[in-house]
């Protein structure tokens, strides 16, 4: 079985290459998903953010975005935050492996917002999904809703600091492609994107 990891920057389009793939039938192990679960239905989980973020427990759910502005406020609570989830991510990584292996997969794809920043998940190949800078602050404030927006505006000040606090957590886009075995440049449309996604995806179904 092949394990192909998706890599890059804080809202390169990571996200939207995984769905190309799963639209191809391939499985993905989605870590932002899982966090997601773990933050609605992870009883012990939601326990101990509570105990160290109270205000972002809103009806024993985890709030991200009070969370978000909790780590804006001091960087140290990223660290903190992860030492209680990415143990969660690991063990349900090795599941999902275990899972493909069982049902004979032969490819499958990892996004994982920081693949190369820490030494737990293995791979085969990697794509680097490379955005410029702007493009991807742009992408980041509009799935939190901003289409437009002021960049005076205090509420956006303090989401562009939290992007670029996420942004100094990965490295530098330099050295994923010199890392990556695959290059995909996304600083242009969807359609343009999956053309490339899927030229990748015959090549490696090939070899």
Do not use: W
Request: aromatic share 8%.
């Amino acid at each position: 079985m092949k394990i192909i990891g998706i890599i890059g920057g804080i809202a390169s389009g990571k996200d939207t290459v995984a769905k190309i793939f799963e639209s191809l039938k391939i499985r993905v192990f989605d870590a932002d998903k899982i966090v997601h679960e773990i933050f609605k239905n992870n009883q012990q989980v939601i326990s101990k953010i509570t105990k160290q973020f109270p205000q972002a427990n809103e009806n024993n759910v985890i709030n991200r975005k009070i969370l978000g502005d909790s780590i804006l406020k001091n960087p140290q609570n990223l660290n903190n935050l992860e030492q209680i989830i990415h143990p969660i991510v690991r063990n349900s990584y090795q599941q999902f492996l275990t899972n493909a292996i069982n049902d004979k997969e032969k490819l499958v794809v990892l996004n994982i917002p920081l693949l190369l920043e820490n030494n737990h998940y293995k791979f085969d190949k990697l794509i680097a999904i490379i955005a410029d800078e702007h493009i991807c602050l742009k992408r980041y404030l509009s799935r939190l809703g901003y289409d437009s927006f002021d960049l005076k505006d205090p509420e956006i000040i303090g989401l562009t600091k939290k992007f670029y606090l996420l942004r100094s957590k990965q490295i530098e886009d330099q050295q994923r492609i010199k890392l990556a075995n695959y290059v995909v440049e996304n600083n242009s449309d969807i359609s343009n994107l999956k053309s490339k996604v899927i030229e990748i995806f015959n090549e490696i179904s090939l070899s």
